[in-house]
């Protein structure tokens, strides 16, 4: 059931559902979401948890795509006690758990950053381990959880958020827009003798990029993990 619901961007909203016998879940994990017609046509489509477990209650983040069949329902239309079905959670390799010691580094691409928002909402007040969060967005408006970011990486000495715009970047920002490279990753990611989990999310093409990055700079493919979504 949708208990409320929030805008993120001019394109994304995140919904708060109530999910009945709910057993709780790990960041990193998504859902399936089905809609029924009032004729019987289902669609069900895959989304990230963007909280950590809180009772019976799940977030998700929903971006709402131009030609979507479920997006556009679920981010305009779906109304406040509304009935979804929600499967889950599911996924238990692209996870954190706040038992983890070594640090974390976050790739995220675009609405890539939800599973990774809620890793980083898992950490507060869990663990001290160091998180780096890599955030490559078209421009600032396009940016979830932008002023959470902002204030959690002000406030918490542990969490350091770098910001990498591909197509148009603030008037104050050093770095011109283009996207994700090797020194991004040189210049706020962890060394590899680190030994850092990196969790790469994305679209497909972003995150095969990144991933190359990051062996590239030295980072073993055991420390990588990645989720993908969407075509190239």
Known sequence: MLLDRRPETRTAT??????????????GQ???????ADDGYQASRSYSIAAPADSDRIEITVQRLKDGEVSPFLTDELVIDAQVEVRGPLGGWFV????????????????????????????AGASRVPFRLVYSVRSRDDALYAAELR???????????AWVHTREAPPDDPRPPGRLRPE??????WPSDFEPTCYVCGPTGFVETAAELLLDVG?????????????R
């Not at 983890?100 to 675009?110: F, I, K, Y």
Request: hydrophobic share 45%; proline share 6%.
């Open 14 to 27: 995140t919904l708060v559902l109530r999910v009945a016998d709910w057993p709780g879940h790990l960041a």
């Open 30 to 36: 998504h859902v399936d979401v089905r809609l029924t």
């Open 96 to 123: 954190w758990r706040p038992e983890q010691r070594e640090p974390v580094l976050l790739v995220a691409g675009g609405s890539g950053v939800v599973p990774l928002m809620a890793m980083v909402r898992a950490r």
């Open 151 to 161: 204030r959690r990486a002000a406030e918490d000495g542990g969490l350091d958020v």
């Open 184 to 189: 991004d990753l040189a210049a706020h990611g």
């Open 219 to 231: 980072h073993g493919p055991a420390r990588i993990r990645t989720e993908r979504f969407g075509g």
